[in-house]
């Protein structure tokens, strides 16, 4: 891989102070959290848009622990190259081992950058991507952009995002009052984040066309967790995570969006309480936007 696609760049020692808070989890807790939803289907669903282009260097903007590397190399033909940016060291750390255990490494390298301030030069790589990266950055514009200027002419960015306020679970019975602080919860979670967007998704098109891309296609994807518990399982689980995502985004458990909430799930637990077992959907929509650069 040529060296002269980037230019000097920080240490990552000077970028600590700003690791703190890029999406309030650490480095084993993403790890974790992708390779839970990150399956085969959706590697397929990226490489239906990927496989249509030649490319030399792909740079993964917030790569990471390296999830995409990992999942995806083995598609690509051995002419091309990876460059990683995370903001994030011990992400970073993660990501050079998986490329070591996975026989990749000498078709990767990493950095450490803010994605609004990249350290490359113009027009230095062919496509880009990223995966539920943009929703963690106040200015997803200015990222956007930074793309722009370092993808070649005619190169392509793909962007991958959620709407988290379609994040839904569903029981064999419909029941308004749990369907409704659901949504609920994730509308304070919204706000409490904001300016950062966690239903950034159906935003993307507009994003990529506001800053010279064309918008060549756009995709959806559905993560799906098909359960089967107990009704006192299902309760002490949902209990246990909207706490935790609570706390996350500092909800507090007495505040009246987590009461509505919590109450709701308790009355679920009585609801089923006849029932051995039952399945449950969670479900979390993804929106893809594809950009060509044209100028």
């Given at each position: 891989?040529?060296?002269?696609?980037?230019?000097?760049?920080?240490?990552?020692?000077?970028?600590?102070?700003?690791?703190?808070?890029?999406?309030?989890?650490?480095?084993?807790?993403?790890?974790?959290?992708?390779?839970?939803?990150?399956?085969?289907?959706?590697?397929?669903?990226?490489?239906?848009?990927?496989?249509?282009?030649?490319?030399?260097?792909?740079?993964d903007a917030g790569c990471?622990?390296?999830?995409?590397?990992?999942?995806?190399?083995?598609?690509?033909?051995?002419?091309?190259?990876?460059?990683?940016?995370?903001?994030?060291?011990?992400?970073?750390?993660?990501?050079?081992?998986?490329?070591?255990?996975?026989?990749?490494?000498?078709?990767?390298?990493?950095?450490?950058?803010?994605?609004?301030?990249?350290?490359?030069?113009?027009?230095?790589?062919?496509?880009?991507?990223?995966?539920?990266?943009?929703?963690?950055?106040?200015?997803?514009?200015?990222?956007?952009?930074?793309?722009?200027?370092?993808?070649?002419?005619?190169?392509?960015?793909?962007?991958?995002?959620?709407?988290?306020?379609?994040?839904?679970?569903?029981?064999?019975?419909?029941?308004?009052?749990?369907?409704?602080?659901?949504?609920?919860?994730?509308?304070?979670?919204?706000?409490?984040?904001?300016?950062?967007?966690?239903?950034?998704?159906?935003?993307?098109?507009?994003?990529?066309?506001?800053?010279?891309?064309?918008?060549?296609?756009?995709?959806?994807?559905?993560?799906?967790?098909?359960?089967?518990?107990?009704?006192?399982?299902?309760?002490?689980?949902?209990?246990?995570?909207?706490?935790?995502?609570?706390?996350?985004?500092?909800?507090?458990?007495?505040?009246?969006?987590?009461?509505?909430?919590?109450?709701?799930?308790?009355?679920?637990?009585?609801?089923?309480?006849?029932?051995?077992?039952?399945?449950?959907?969670?479900?979390?929509?993804?929106?893809?936007?594809?950009?060509?650069k044209n100028r």
């Amino acid at each position: 891989m040529s060296a002269t696609a980037w230019q000097a760049y920080k240490p990552i020692r000077e970028l600590k102070e700003m690791t703190r808070d890029v999406d309030r989890l650490s480095a084993q807790q993403l790890q974790d959290t992708r390779q839970l939803w990150w399956d085969d289907h959706f590697s397929q669903f990226l490489w239906s848009r990927l496989q249509q282009h030649q490319m030399q260097l792909l740079l993964d903007a917030g790569c990471g622990v390296g999830t995409f590397f990992q999942r995806m190399v083995p598609f690509f033909s051995e002419r091309t190259n990876f460059l990683g940016v995370d903001i994030d060291d011990a992400r970073l750390q993660i990501a050079s081992q998986q490329a070591k255990d996975y026989a990749y490494l000498a078709r990767l390298h990493l950095l450490a950058s803010d994605l609004c301030s990249l350290p490359l030069k113009n027009e230095c790589i062919d496509a880009a991507i990223t995966v539920l990266t943009l929703q963690h950055i106040e200015q997803p514009e200015l990222a956007i952009a930074e793309l722009w200027r370092v993808t070649r002419r005619e190169g392509v960015v793909v962007c991958v995002e959620p709407d988290n306020l379609r994040q839904c679970i569903s029981l064999p019975r419909h029941h308004r009052e749990f369907q409704e602080a659901q949504a609920g919860f994730w509308s304070e979670v919204r706000a409490h984040y904001l300016p950062r967007d966690i239903a950034l998704g159906l935003r993307l098109p507009l994003l990529l066309t506001e800053n010279g891309y064309r918008v060549q296609a756009t995709d959806g994807y559905l993560i799906t967790h098909v359960n089967r518990e107990s009704p006192q399982s299902f309760t002490e689980r949902s209990k246990k995570a909207f706490l935790g995502m609570g706390e996350k985004y500092e909800l507090a458990p007495e505040s009246a969006v987590m009461q509505r909430l919590l109450e709701a799930i308790a009355g679920l637990e009585r609801e089923y309480l006849g029932f051995d077992d039952f399945y449950t959907i969670a479900t979390i929509p993804l929106f893809l936007a594809e950009g060509v650069k044209n100028r």
